[in-house]
């Protein structure tokens, strides 16, 4: 079946633009988590869905980060005025109640120049 | 603060032995553990886990065992064939908590050489 997908795969822009990254959960699943992967590093939790609602967005590492649900199923991470430090390779995962294992997507590579 | 480690950044075995990759975590209240495996290019994929309140979770060629005590979980594949090589992430969750968010390690990229 399906699983988890993320557009664009790669992602290149420059210092100060907005971006805006995609995942596509798999069907049914009604938590989804957004992490992010540096260079040399395991992945970090950002923020995390229960339906449409961010129930935890602790991870956020500031306000130009935003996410969003609005359907319960589709989730876009947006980050404005992008600093070379943004880049990495943001993930994300779902899972069909929040106490079972996740699933991730292949990533979105984001590169600021 | 990293509250899981992987102090091994890589660790290379020959096809049929054994490869043990370890983990310890800092963090009293983590109660559930699990093992991803990851392929460049394609995201963690869940490999195995285990819950506080056992010491040892076996599937196939893969046991985790868990040592409360010690802060300290192991992964054991027995025996390594070359399409284990990967990077195999160690991960950790508190599932008393409102969300089920995971805690990972820097990962140890496993090289099974035929």
């Known amino acids: 079946g399906a699983g988890v997908s993320q557009t664009p795969s790669n992602k290149v822009t420059e210092k100060g633009k907005y971006v805006e990254l995609r995942c596509d959960p798999i069907?049914?699943?009604?938590?989804l988590y957004w992490y992010r992967q540096s260079l040399g590093q395991g992945p970090e939790f950002l923020i995390y869905?229960?339906?449409?609602?961010?129930?935890?967005d602790s991870g956020l590492p500031n306000d130009r980060f935003f996410a969003v649900r609005p359907e319960g199923s589709v989730s876009t991470l947006k980050i404005q005025r992008t600093e070379r430090g943004d880049s990495a390779v943001y993930l994300c995962?779902?899972?069909?109640?929040?106490?079972?294992?996740?699933?991730f997507g292949p990533g979105t590579r984001l590169t600021v120049l | 603060d990293q509250q899981v480690k992987q102090n091994s950044p890589s660790l290379s075995v020959q096809e049929g032995r054994i490869s043990i990759l370890n983990c310890d975590y800092t963090?009293?209240?983590?109660?559930?553990f699990l093992w991803y495996k990851k392929y460049p290019a394609e995201g963690p994929t869940f490999l195995i886990s285990?819950?506080?309140?056992?010491d040892k979770n076996e599937d196939g060629r893969f046991t985790v065992f868990l040592n409360k005590s010690a802060k300290h979980l192991s992964l054991h594949i027995v025996p390594s064939q070359p399409g284990d090589s990967a990077v195999y992430f160690c991960?950790?969750?508190?599932?008393?908590?409102?969300?089920?968010?995971?805690?990972f390690g820097k990962g140890t990229l496993l090289t099974v050489n035929p």
């Open positions: 995962a779902s899972s069909q109640v929040i106490y079972n294992e996740q699933f």
């Open positions: 069907s049914g699943h009604t938590a």
């Open positions: 869905f229960q339906g449409t609602g961010a129930a935890d």
């Open positions: 963090n009293s209240m983590f109660d559930y």
């Open positions: 285990i819950s506080s309140i056992k």
């Open positions: 991960a950790a969750t508190f599932r008393g908590g409102s969300n089920y968010k995971l805690t």
